[in-house]
């Protein structure tokens, strides 16, 4: 018997290209693509439904748990009190359900966990004072992670970028909506400054990360396993601009910062991923100019 793999949050961002990729990897009866949403293939689950949760995993005898579901920074930060019922509640009620059923769990966690006191490339190990609600859920999760007798995983993902699904309601999500811009308009306004520089990643490079981890076994994983640094490319919004402008040389952006930028200021620059790189082998594959070369041909197809 193959394992039974339950991912919630199936729609979001995330979620839309690793359902894919289980399928890919374990064959698509294997997978149940699960979010709040309503979407053809996938099914109805509530994270808050603690209940709904233990049926599925009984029913269909599910092994392994994807959860993807959460709000995400700038969502979060509207809805703090709803940010700490989906992202803290909604992970309790999935390690309930996986302890009842002996499920291993996948739970990403995030650069927001780091606070303004971080050092700008940010380390492993290294004190989590998040100024962020959706930072502190993240903290929280990973000591869950790390505090259940369930066999959790998780990776600290940096701002992500991807072409197949719009980015979720976070901050990094300018890095995302400027390629769409860029093609529609020629024009982006950004809400964050030129010079804000953070850590991103290519979705490939995230969802390989994502099985790869999740292949290592248990043994070999060390204090890190509730949240791996994991670094891709970290770049400022000038750098990705100038890279853009080799597809499109036209192209122009201006800046008008919002609240966002308090958000995208209280995160490191880089990130020092050597722990996952020793314990599991990780290693990113897309450079800044890698991943916009793949963003225009993904969205020019
Ligand atoms: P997303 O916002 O794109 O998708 C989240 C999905 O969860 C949505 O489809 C939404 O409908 C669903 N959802 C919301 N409330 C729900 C509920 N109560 N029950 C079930 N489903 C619900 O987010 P994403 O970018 O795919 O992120 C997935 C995970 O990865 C999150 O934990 C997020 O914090 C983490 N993460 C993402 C990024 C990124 O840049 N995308 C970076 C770091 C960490
Ligand atoms: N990309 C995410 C956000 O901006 C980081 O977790 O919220």
């Known amino acids: 018997m193959g394992p039974r793999i ?71 930060e509207r809805n703090p009190e709803l940010c700490w019922k989906i992202n803290v509640e909604g992970l309790e009620n999935i390690i309930a359900a996986a302890k009842a059923n ?31 609600v959706y930072g502190k859920t993240k903290v929280v999760c990973e000591q869950l992670v790390m505090t259940s007798e369930v066999d959790i995983r998780g990776l600290r993902y940096p701002g992500l970028i991807s072409y197949k699904a719009p980015a979720g309601g976070g901050t990094t999500d300018y890095a995302v909506e400027i390629f769409h811009a860029a093609l529609s308009d020629g024009h982006y306004t950004c809400f964050v400054r030129e010079d804000t520089r953070l850590p991103m990643m290519y979705m490939d490079d995230a969802i390989r990360a994502t099985l790869e981890l999740m292949e290592v076994p248990t043994e070999k994983l060390g204090g890190a396993r509730g949240g791996y640094n994991i670094a891709g490319c970290s770049f400022t919004v000038g750098e990705l601009v100038a890279s853009i ?42 450079d800044l100019d890698g991943m916009v070369d793949a963003m225009f041909a993904g969205l020019q197809a």
């Open 102 to 132: 002996n499920c291993r769990i996948f739970a990403p966690s995030s650069i927001a966990v780091f606070g303004p006191d971080c050092p700008s490339i940010a380390p492993q190990v290294t004190p989590l004072n998040p100024s962020t």
């Open 6 to 76: 339950l991912v919630t949050g199936a729609l979001g961002q995330i979620g839309t290209e690793l359902v894919v990729a289980l399928e890919a990897k374990h064959g698509r009866g294997s997978v149940i693509p699960t979010d709040v949403r309503e979407a053809p293939n996938c099914r109805i689950l509530d994270v808050m439904d603690a209940e709904g949760i233990i049926s599925m995993v009984n029913d269909e005898s599910v092994t392994d748990i994807y959860h993807l579901a959460a709000l995400l920074s700038a969502t979060g």
């Open 245 to 286: 402008e080799r597809h499109l040389p036209e192209f122009t952006c201006t800046y008008e910062p919002d609240v966002r930028q308090k958000y995208a200021d209280s995160w490191p620059n880089d990130i020092d991923d050597d722990v996952a790189r020793m314990e599991w082998g990780w290693n990113p594959e897309f």
